[in-house]
């Protein structure tokens, strides 16, 4: 076990306020989702579209065929919008790696 400290020593229990996650589920989502673009299809969206279209389940279809049809759309608008991405990735597995 990976705890400096005696359990029979702890007598209290520190508690915070609510905290609204339901932002935050969004926000671990969609980083899920760019990390999945960049890392599992190569930051190319139609792989992503042609893997829900060929192996999706209908639920996946319907949740992330926008998601990765609006990366497309983003990239097209934005060629560089793929390798930022990849940067703010990188950057973050570096930071809590």
């Known amino acids: 076990m990976d705890v400096w400290h005696n359990p029979a020593d702890v007598s209290a229990l520190e508690t915070y306020d609510w905290v609204d996650t339901t ?7 969609n980083f899920a989702r760019a990390h999945m673009l960049v890392a ?6 139609q792989k992503w579209i042609e893997f829900l279209d060929e192996n999706g389940t209908p639920e996946e279809r319907q949740r992330e065929m926008p998601v990765a049809q609006q990366f497309r759309r983003r990239m097209a608008a934005d060629p560089l919008y793929v390798e930022r991405l990849r940067k703010i990735v990188r950057e973050f597995s570096q930071l809590i790696a």
């Not at 932002?23 to 989502?29: C, F, G």
């Open 40 to 45: 599992l299809f190569d930051g190319d969206p």
């Open 23 to 29: 932002n935050l589920s969004q926000l671990v989502a």
